[in-house]
């Protein structure tokens, strides 16, 4: 074959290869930005009942994964399965089916929930491994995170200093559970007279979600060591802030376990520029515990006579239905369906009422071949989100997607793109 005949092919391969990996690239860009959008968009309902923007663009997204996995010849679709979200995948399938036989009549009332939970797994199953720009996405995640961190602060001083509720609905979108009604004059009224605690929540359905979503990466901004260090706690301090003042009690808690390590690592190291810090927090800190609002606040948690506070109680009293022989050795053993309710209960709860003890057993199964498969982020996501679904439903809402892909996209047979394109 002539030299010029082997440079064109080489040539040409090249700019075949540079521009399937720049289709890759915007793809995964733009999936990137579907998870990281999917939280706060799930606030607004997309005119059809129990249908919100943020379904949309999952939906949008899943479609586009799909048709590039089965278009895309040099992806291994066994190799984008061959994860251990598949086998919770399979078992919920199973499940459903099975109980869906035994209870027809209940079909179509536990349809959409289960089909809409199988689309987050399925969606996180797909997308974590080739379509999740990671490093993209911690700068994307970042900057969100604090812009819905300035604006849950300036909700707070806006009701406190000037009896202005600014609203969580932007551009007067309709949500999804209504809270729209946030911003009428009764509620307003309400929170005036002290007979209901008014708590900012950025842009989200509630502050738990709001906390949920600025929780994980808080704890990725503090262990960047990549970050400049006025950089990295000046971010994670205004974070901390937003989440203090959003007051939600596992998004307290939760803030200890990002950062207990950072600390203790800090005061090792007897970083001047740390102590400086810690001067100027403590008596921010003194003035916030200080204040009538934290009281409030805390009293949720622990109330002044030493019992548990209504936060606490709202999140436990459900599980008396598991001691006082409501169910049987059955259902719970197997479930009782994923679309039976007995009030509020946080991720376990609702994994043994839906799935029973032997869907326990399962996820705890995924969960520990999950962290063994992944890296070090992978790892820490991973953590968290088992430390999360002690005290909120997070497996089951919308929190799960970010979770899923925070996780899985940290695997160590994934193949990881940086900013420039190149593969890692």
């Given at each position: 074959m002539p030299m010029n005949s082997v440079y064109k092919n080489k040539l040409t391969n090249k700019e075949s290869f540079m521009h399937e990996k720049d289709n890759c690239s915007r793809l995964s860009k733009f999936i990137t930005w579907i998870v990281l959008l999917f939280m706060p968009l799930s606030?607004?309902?997309?005119?059809?009942?129990?249908?919100?923007?943020?379904?949309?663009?999952?939906?949008?997204g899943v479609?586009?994964?799909?048709?590039?996995?089965?278009?895309?010849?040099?992806?291994?679709?066994?190799n984008i399965i061959a994860t251990p979200l598949l086998l919770y995948m399979i078992f919920i399938i199973i499940h459903s089916l099975i109980f869906w036989m035994i209870k027809p009549y209940e079909l179509s009332e536990g349809l959409l929930g289960v089909s809409r939970y199988l689309l987050y797994l399925y969606f996180a199953?797909?997308?974590?491994?080739?379509?999740f720009n990671y490093d993209y996405g911690y700068k994307i995640y970042k900057k969100l995170a604090i812009l819905f961190a300035l604006y849950c602060i300036a909700q707070y001083f806006s009701y406190n200093f000037f009896s202005t509720v600014l609203p969580v609905n932007l551009f007067g979108l309709p949500t999804f559970d209504d809270i729209s009604a946030i911003t009428s004059k009764y509620n307003i009224s309400m929170y005036q007279t002290g007979?209901?605690?008014?708590?900012?929540?950025?842009?989200?359905?509630?502050?738990?979600?709001?906390?949920?979503?600025?929780?994980?990466?808080?704890y990725l901004i503090l262990n960047n060591k990549n970050e400049k260090y006025l950089t990295k706690y000046s971010s994670?301090?205004?974070?901390?802030?937003?989440?203090?003042?959003?007051?939600?009690?596992?998004?307290?808690?939760?803030?200890?376990?990002?950062?207990?390590?950072?600390?203790?690592?800090?005061?090792?190291?007897?970083?001047?520029?740390?102590?400086?810090?810690?001067?100027i927090a403590i008596p921010c800190v003194y003035l916030f515990i200080s204040s009538d609002?934290?009281?409030?606040?805390?009293?949720?948690?622990?109330?002044?006579?030493?019992?548990?506070?209504?936060?606490?109680?709202?999140?436990?009293q459900n599980y008396k239905i598991f001691f006082d022989g409501r169910l049987s050795w059955d259902q719970l053993l197997f479930g009782q369906g994923k679309w039976v309710s007995v009030g509020y209960l946080p991720s376990y709860g609702e994994l043994i009422i839906s799935f029973g003890l032997v869907g326990l057993v399962v996820f705890s199964v995924v969960m520990l071949l999950t962290y063994l498969k992944t890296q070090k982020i992978g790892k820490a996501m991973t953590l968290l989100l088992l430390v999360m679904c002690i005290g909120t439903n997070t497996l089951f809402n919308i929190t799960s997607v970010l979770m899923f892909f925070l996780i899985y996209s940290d695997s160590k047979s994934n193949i990881r793109y940086n900013f420039s394109g190149k593969q890692n």
């Open positions: 606030t607004y309902a997309a005119y059809v009942e129990g249908i919100t923007f943020g379904d949309i663009l999952l939906i949008l479609l586009l994964i799909t048709t590039d996995i089965f278009l895309n010849k040099k992806i291994n679709l066994l199953m797909n997308g974590a491994k080739y379509y007979a209901v605690l008014y708590r900012p929540r950025s842009v989200f359905l509630e502050p738990a979600y709001f906390a949920a979503y600025q929780i994980p990466i808080l994670a301090i205004l974070i901390t802030a937003s989440i203090f003042l959003a007051g939600t009690t596992t998004g307290i808690l939760m803030q200890f376990l990002c950062w207990w390590k950072p600390i203790i690592t800090e005061l090792k190291k007897i970083s001047f520029k740390f102590v400086n810090l810690i001067i609002y934290w009281q409030r606040v805390s009293n949720r948690i622990i109330s002044n006579d030493g019992t548990l506070g209504t936060s606490v109680t709202g999140r436990i």
